[in-house]
């Protein structure tokens, strides 16, 4: 008998179960993902043949395959994109005001107890109260134009992350501060170099939110108050009886609403990993 040959060092030892491993392994890790992508796309096939069998009718509620194609040729005759531009400005001043102003407001709010207990009630009310209900008064202040919808914006979006900020220095380690206070620092310095680092997570949860209800805020207003925008698209294709192309619209600010939050869930992982480990 001839002695079995030997496998050579560099030669994998079984395969195909080293890749079956790789593979449920990969299934798991994207495990949500997938069931969420399958969700989706059960949802619109289901969507698809409701119409295409009659149960639903077509010119009312539209079909996915007549959205794609609307959403295409929006893209491709450049129709929306000046809808586009109209409400990004909108959103990124709004934006920028709600955080340059939330987060210190957030900080010495939580800081201070007296400011806190004087502003609760103001807050609990201006959170709870629908900012809908205010658009006239907005309108007889401002007018119909970007100041009023930008005023909607910051409205709409900066109670949660002035909440969320206060909410995260009220409860900042009490080693920090003792440490803060032995040393004797200045509030300025303990606001900027102690408070704003450790309430990192909070405020990036506060930005999460702010930002979704910021979006909502951009197409109320744009709706009640605007000429452009893709809340005023939207609005204007279904007086037009252009159900498609609203379909279309309403796709875009879901997807700009999700690239927004996928943003900031990043931004959240590289920067606060530190508190998941504590």
């Known amino acids: 008998m001839q002695p079995e040959t ?15 491993r790789s593979l ?12 969420g992508f399958a969700g989706i796309v059960v949802v619109l096939v289901i969507w698809q043949v409701s119409t295409g069998t009659g149960l639903a009718d077509p010119s009312f509620s539209s079909n996915p395959l007549r959205i794609a194609k609307a959403e295409a040729d929006l893209f491709r005759t450049g129709e929306i994109y ?6 990004g400005l909108e959103m990124l001043w709004g934006l920028l005001i709600i955080i340059i102003a939330g987060i210190p407001i957030g900080l010495i709010r939580g800081r201070s107890r007296v400011l806190h207990d004087l502003t609760e009630p103001w807050v609990n009310i201006l959170y709870s109260t629908p900012y809908v209900i205010v658009i006239p008064i907005l309108i007889f202040w401002s007018g119909i134009g970007n100041t009023s919808r930008i005023v909607v914006i910051v ?9 969320n900020v206060t909410t995260g220095v009220r409860n900042l380690d009490r080693d920090y501060i003792r440490v803060a206070t032995v040393f004797c ?5 303990f606001l900027r170099s102690v ?17 979704g209800r910021a979006l909502v805020g951009a197409i109320v207003a744009e709706l009640f108050l605007g000429n452009n925008g893709l809340g005023y698209y939207v609005q204007n294709s279904t007086t037009n009886s252009n159900i498609d ?13 999700l ?15 530190w508190a998941e480990a504590q």
């Open 155 to 163: 409205w709409a979006g900066i109670l949660p992350l002035v909440i």
């Open 245 to 257: 192309g609203a379909m279309a619209g309403v796709v875009i600010i879901a997807v700009v609403a």
């Open 24 to 35: 449920s392994t990969w299934l798991e890790r994207h495990r949500s993902g997938l069931l």
């Open 6 to 20: 030997a496998a050579r060092p560099d030669e994998p030892r079984n395969p195909p179960v080293a890749e079956s």
């Open 185 to 189: 620092t200045p509030r300025l310095t």
């Open 259 to 273: 690239l927004l939050n996928w943003g900031v869930r990043l931004i959240e992982r590289r920067f606060t990993h």
């Open 82 to 87: 000046p809808y586009l531009k109209a409400s």
């Open 195 to 211: 408070a704003l680092p450790a309430t990192l997570p909070y405020i990036l949860a506060g930005v999460r939110l702010a930002i």
